[in-house]
T-cell receptor, first 107, second 112 residues
């Protein structure tokens, strides 16, 4: 069983839809990371959170430590949100990555 | 200028050739990492280094070697490239703490 699992693996949406990507993990963590990988390949960090909720623009990340679950929400999705979204947890000297959720948003 | 740079960005090489991928960073971080990414498998750790004298194997180190020439430079070598090493390779750096990592732009390697 993978230590970090994401769902869904693939997601398509129409512009304007509300998007939810889920991440479940089996290890104890101090923080969870959400990253975005653009079609060109570059990877950027979106959020690092250890409790509650964080918001940046149209992106919202939540975490429930007791349930070992995190969600990434995108409100009013736009084609430029099309990317692979990856969650990762530290364990213990390195990050363990989920396999990513590929999101495509169509106009 | 980018904080983490990788060279080359793209490389095509033949089976059996030795190839080196280079990574440089200006973030002043002690920790550096090499990952490979294959479709459907996510990022997998090849090697990581916490300082110049501390180098550790990751989950898929066979067929690879690394050199930490300075705090800012971490190179990955494929001693004798094989086709199943065709992948996208990323270098990353982090400070201490919860390991937020900063990624280079990636090197797309094709072994024919």
């Amino acid at each position: 069983k993978n230590e970090v699992e994401q769902s869904p693996q693939n997601l398509t949406a129409q512009e304007g839809e509300f998007i939810t990507i889920n991440c479940s993990y089996s290890v104890g963590i101090s923080a969870l990371h959400w990253l975005q990988q653009h079609p060109g390949g570059g990877i950027v960090s979106l959020f690092m959170l250890s409790s509650g909720k964080k918001k940046h623009g149209r992106l919202i990340a939540t975490i429930n430590i007791q349930e070992k679950h995190s969600s990434l929400h995108i409100t009013a999705s736009h084609p430029r949100d099309s990317a692979v979204y990856i969650c990762a947890v530290p364990s213990p000297d390195k990050l363990i990555f989920g396999t990513g959720t590929r999101l495509q948003v169509f106009p | 200028d980018a904080d983490v740079t990788q060279t080359p960005r793209n490389r095509i090489t033949k089976t059996g050739k030795r190839i080196m991928l280079e990574c440089s960073q200006t973030k002043g971080h002690d920790r550096m990492y090499w990952y490979r990414q294959d479709p459907g498998l996510g990022l997998r750790l090849i090697y990581y280094s916490f300082d110049v004298k501390d180098i550790n194997k990751g989950e898929i180190s066979d067929g690879y070697s690394v050199s930490r020439q300075a705090q800012a430079k971490f190179s990955l070598s494929l001693e004798s490239a094989i086709p199943n090493q065709t992948a996208l390779y990323f270098c990353a750096t982090s400070g201490t703490g919860a390991y937020e990592q900063y990624f280079g732009p990636g090197t797309r390697l094709t072994v024919t």
